[in-house]
């Protein structure tokens, strides 16, 4: 009876690891979570490793405007919130990249001190409505997402791939609209955080 139930048992663990592991492939849930940025890169400003083909904005220019769907089908335009708030632009791949909601969990739970900072976080992402309304469910209603499917405003701050992705960019601006910081990268898993973002907007504003 004894050996029957260490068998029985056996077979239960079994089982709860090959669920576990199975979970994970399909999740990818495996350690995906970004690296921090370097203080280095965070400090110089304006840092983009992303080669010439790609057009560069330039600090203390006036940021291309534009209007975009939110999660619910509402156009935002940027220079409705940019009047009364400075902006941090968080353009990211989608609600499929574990990289991107990591970047993004990080800076929802310092949200409310960025708030406190005057800075609303929007985040780009090509995916369409019905996507981005499950990364609006997990954030909350704090957030701005909005949704540039064909990747024009992407590609008016020169961070699109040809597939239309974006490469990871955070840019940070001013009450004017001006571009006071901005960062772009080639490493879709090396990001600043929300920490790290609360640094550059205390620094920079």
Known sequence: MYYVIQQKLRCVQASVIIATALLISLTGCAAKVIEPTEQAKLKQGN?????????????????????????????????????????????????????????????????????????QVIGITPDKQAMMQNTQRRFGQNFIFLSDPKAEVIRKYGVARPNNLPHPAVYLLDKKGKLIWFYSSTNYKKRPNGEQLISVIKQYL
Do not use: H, M
Request: glycine share 6%; aromatic share 10%; net charge negative.
């Open 47 to 119: 840092y983009s490793d992303l080669n010439a083909s790609f057009k560069k904005l330039s600090l203390g220019q006036k940021v291309p405007t534009f209007t975009l769907p939110d999660a619910n089908g509402k156009q935002v335009s940027l220079s409705d919130i940019n009047q009364n708030k400075a902006v941090a632009l968080i353009f990211y791949r989608g609600d499929w990249c574990p990289y991107c909601i990591d970047q993004l969990g990080s800076i929802a739970a310092v949200l409310p001190q960025i708030e406190e900072l005057g800075v």
